[in-house]
Structures are given as C-alpha cells and as structure tokens.
T-cell receptor
Framework: GAVVSQHPSRVICKSGTSVKIECRSL??????MFWYRQFPKQSLMLMAT?????????EQGVEKDKFLINHASLTLSTLTVTSAHPEDSSFYIC???????????FGPGTRLLVL | GQNIDQPTEMTATEGAIVQINCTYQ??????LFWYQQHAGEAPTFLSY????GLEEKGRFSSFLSRSKGYSYLLLKELQMKDSASYLC??????????FGAGTTVTVRA
C-alpha cells in the first residue's frame, strides 16, 4: 500500500510556457500533500504544503503566483509552474500523507527541463 | 529551524556493515525518519523511530536516542544495490519534513 504516482515523469518545455505536474495517492486518502524541489546533489527543499480543500502554505522564498498548487480532492494535487524559465529546471517530487499516518510517501518525481 | 547533520559520503565493501549517523536539534520531537534515495529517483521510506532503541528491519536497522538527539541507520551485508543517498528527516510544524543533506553511500565490490 501507500503508493503515490506522479505525471509526467519527465517534461521538456520552452521558456515562458506553463507546466502542470500531477500527484496522486493511489490507495489511500491523502489529506496532506507536499511539494519538494531537488537540485543535483542537493537535498530536498520543501516548496509548499497542500491540504485538501484549502489553500497551500508556501515556504519562505517560494513564489505562490509562480508555483500554483491545487489540492482539489483527497487523491490529487497539482503543481503548475507558470511562465517557466531555465532556472526552474529541477527535479520536482511530491509526497502524500493520510490522516492517520506519520509517514510521508513519495511519488517517483518529475524531471523538468526548461529550454 | 532544525539542524540536521549527517556525513556527506561513506564508502564500504560489499558484504560489510556501514553505520550512518544523524544528529538533530528540534524544538519539539515527533519522531525521526530515514529514507533511501537512488540517483535520479524519489526517496523511499526505510524507517520511522519515535521511541528510544533499535528497530530492525531485515538488513537495515535504525537506532534513536532522544536525549542525545542522535540516530543511526545500520546497513548490514551490504549489496551493490545499496549504493544510494540516505536521508535523515525530522517532522516539524504540520508534519512537514526537514531533511538532512543526505549521506551518499558507495558500495564497492
């Protein structure tokens, strides 16, 4: 159990376009989802915490208008990188946690390359 | 914030044992997690310790001492596939996880 999927796994886009990444919990209800970004050889940096039915809470330094997060259901959260630029190229990983769980389970990640 | 320290790199031989230490400083304590992350992949859950002592799960064991702010992950009978980054993490507000920088373990034949 506790499977989290992400789509797409890899995306290449042109500078200025928007990219949407989906995160789904497949076998449990995720009341809380988290979005991380990881640059090469660095640890995971939390971008935002997303609770179902409410606005996401962003970490300091993360632009909420650039990284739009929607958590419309208990199994789906989306991250939209708006007007992407080359510096947004990174590995984006979501994780999900159920109401009675202590553990966060991670999706497989989405590698974004902005040209 | 949280201070989480773990060594940057460790190298060991196939079949050997390696111990990855993690020290942390938190304002409250809600347990400690260990994750494994292979290059280019997302982290996978290894263990969660909330009480003092050693918890064993097959070849991997995790130890916690809350009074010392210390944990270690013990990898036994190392295999080549164990080459990965091992992340120590502690929950903070709203169950957000604060991660250490990770320890890259290289297993040599």
């Amino acid at each position: 159990g506790a499977v989290v999927s992400q789509h797409p796994s890899r995306v290449i886009c042109k500078s200025g376009t928007s990219v949407k990444i989906e995160c789904r919990s497949l076998d449990f209800q995720a009341t809380t989802m988290f979005w991380y970004r990881q640059f090469p050889k660095q640890s995971l940096m939390l971008m935002a915490t997303s609770n179902e039915g409410s606005k996401a809470t962003y970490e300091q330094g993360v632009e909420k208008d650039k990284f739009l997060i929607n958590h419309a259901s208990l199994t789906l959260s989306t991250l939209t990188v708006t007007s992407a630029h080359p510096e947004d190229s990174s590995f984006y990983i979501c994780s999900a946690k159920g109401p009675l769980q202590e553990t966060q389970y991670f999706g497989p990640g989405t590698r974004l390359l902005v040209l | 914030g949280q201070n989480i320290d773990q060594p940057t790199e460790m190298t060991a031989t196939e079949g050997a044992i390696v111990q990855i230490n993690c020290t942390y400083q938190t304002s409250g304590f809600n347990g400690l997690f260990w994750y494994q992350q292979h290059a280019g992949e997302a982290p996978t859950f290894l263990s969660y310790n909330v009480l003092d002592g050693l918890e064993e799960k097959g070849r991997f064991s995790s130890f916690l001492s809350r009074s010392k702010g210390y944990s270690y992950l013990l990898l036994k009978e190392l295999q080549m596939k164990d080459s990965a980054s091992y992340l120590c993490a502690v929950p903070i507000n709203d169950y957000k996880l604060s991660f250490g920088a990770g320890t890259t373990v290289t297993v040599r034949a």
